[in-house]
């Protein structure tokens, strides 16, 4: 009975998402964010980071959908604040993640799961969803099968993926074409008449060196001030910002504390153009040995163990896996190596 129930929360879940456009003129879509924005992420919460942004892009962690501590009614309790946010946005996109199960973190109990992108544009009146990975009961599965599926978007799903763009559904509003003419809202081009895009043409520029910061990012600057600098970025939590690098990888910076006037207190980067004293992502574990002068390997049976150096300004990190530096980072000097790790291991992926 448990898992009917379960099961039932995703089969109305998914099949009302893909219905709300049912009748309208369908073409496939592939899931990509058409928007250039920033993807605010909030985890299981509604604690939007930027509430006031348009286009409005966010992501949703939702695995823990569980009936013995009643995730499932926890995860209820939280949608209306989700929907309410959404809907006076003229530009809105949301990819989630979605676990159901008897109990929690239980692989034999696992009822659904499914990863899902949604957007919508009053401008165009446009809007899409896309699934993938979805199972039923711990089996991969076929979401046409569940109860409610519209027929008319069948031909655009297999093998547990696919998705849908319904054109002329969502009701246009006259405010969003104007302010679509005024700024454009799309990474490039736009549904329905570009070629959509996950916003990598708003990638930075990696390269420079390592010292007080990484690429414009510098140690005690607020939130407010990198945002100013380097623009929105790429990715969005209360703590942290991300900003994806043209060639691959990414600049991340952690905050002291939540709001613009959180303060930086690490900054970390894959990207190999950056140089830590002559040491870059990719580079022998040796090289670093050799490059460093005063290096420990911070301790701790699981998670991070990166190479430290403490300075007077700065705390320089190298994080190392199988004999390959597989990042550089500077961290205030105060922070200690408990929370060096602790904030490593919370770094958003």
């Not at 302010?179 to 390269?207: F, L, Q």
């Not at 390592?210 to 407010?224: N, W």
Request: proline share 6%; charged share 20%.
């Amino acid at each position: 009975m448990r898992r009917a129930i379960a099961t039932g929360v995703a089969a109305v879940a998914l099949a009302a998402a893909l219905s709300q456009t049912a009748g309208a003129q369908v073409a496939g879509y592939d899931g990509k964010n058409p928007f250039a924005c920033t993807l605010q992420q909030l985890g299981g919460g509604t604690d939007f980071p930027e509430p006031d942004a348009d286009p409005f892009c966010v992501e949703y962690d939702k695995r823990h959908q569980n009936v013995t501590q009643l995730g499932v009614v926890e995860f209820l309790s939280k949608e209306p604040a989700r929907v309410a946010a959404a809907g006076p946005k003229c530009f809105y996109f949301q990819r989630d993640h979605w676990v159901g199960s008897i109990v929690q973190g239980n692989q034999q109990t696992q009822t659904y799961a499914w990863d899902g992108s949604y957007y919508y544009d009053k401008s165009k009146g446009t809007g899409g969803v896309y699934v993938e990975n979805f199972s039923l009961n711990g089996q991969s599965g076929d979401p046409t099968q569940l109860p409610g599926f519209p027929a008319q978007y069948r031909p655009y799903f297999s093998e547990g993926r696919g998705g849908v763009r319904a054109d002329n559904e969502v009701p246009l509003d006259p405010n969003c074409v104007a302010k679509a003419k005024e700024k454009n809202p799309y990474a490039t081009g736009g549904p329905g008449g570009g070629s959509g895009g996950s916003g990598s043409d708003r990638c930075r520029v990696p390269g420079g060196q390592v010292d007080r910061g990484i690429g414009g990012i510098r140690l005690g600057q607020t939130r407010a001030s990198v945002r100013k600098t380097l623009g929105p970025p790429t990715k969005e939590s209360l703590r942290w910002v991300t900003y994806c690098m043209t060639g691959g990888g990414r600049l991340v910076a952690a905050f002291t504390k939540r709001g613009n006037d959180g303060r930086v207190v690490l900054v970390l980067t894959n990207a190999r153009p950056f140089d830590l004293r002559g040491i870059r992502t990719g580079d022998a574990t040796s090289k670093a040995h050799q490059r460093l002068q005063g290096e420990y390997r911070m301790s701790g049976d699981r998670g991070h163990r990166p190479l430290a150096v403490r300075e007077q300004r700065q705390l320089l990190l190298v994080g190392t896996f199988h004999g390959r530096v597989q990042f550089v980072a500077v961290a205030k000097p105060a922070l200690a190596d408990d929370g060096v790790k602790t904030l490593l291991n919370q770094m958003p992926r």
